[in-house]
């Protein structure tokens, strides 16, 4: 079983930045890929950024704001979000795939008021 857990959500303005962290119970080195989900209300969840075979993908609408690292020392991925706009708020939620399954968090809540 892997515990994901994600904290550093919260209200922010327009234009501001915060960072996500996600503590997992494994080694997120020994992990297949670990990402980063939103969901905002009445939508669909969509992958914002991952780490998948050594590479880091974006989605189009985060792409030079957002940056997805890791510290494989604390088994802790990272998502720092800046330049942040009403429209990046959602439940961000941590994924981990490993052991042929994905693992979520419990996620974090992100508000951006404009």
């Known amino acids: 079983q892997v515990q994901l857990v994600e904290s550093g959500g919260g209200l922010v303005q327009a234009g501001g930045s915060l960072r996500l962290s996600c503590v997992a119970s494994?080694?997120?080195?020994?992990?297949?890929?670990m990402a980063w989900y939103r969901q905002a209300p009445g939508k669909q969840r969509e992958l914002v950024a991952r780490?998948?075979?050594?590479?880091?993908n974006y989605a189009d609408s985060v792409k030079g704001r957002f940056t997805l690292s890791s510290d494989n020392a604390k088994n802790t991925v990272y998502l720092q979000m800046n330049s942040l706009k009403p429209e990046d708020t959602a439940v961000y939620y941590c994924?981990?795939?490993?052991?042929?399954?994905?693992?979520w968090g419990q996620g974090t809540q992100v508000t951006v008021s404009s």
């Open positions: 494994v080694s997120i080195s020994s992990t297949n890929a």
């Open positions: 994924m981990a795939y490993t052991f042929k399954r994905e693992y």
């Open positions: 780490i998948i075979s050594g590479g880091t």
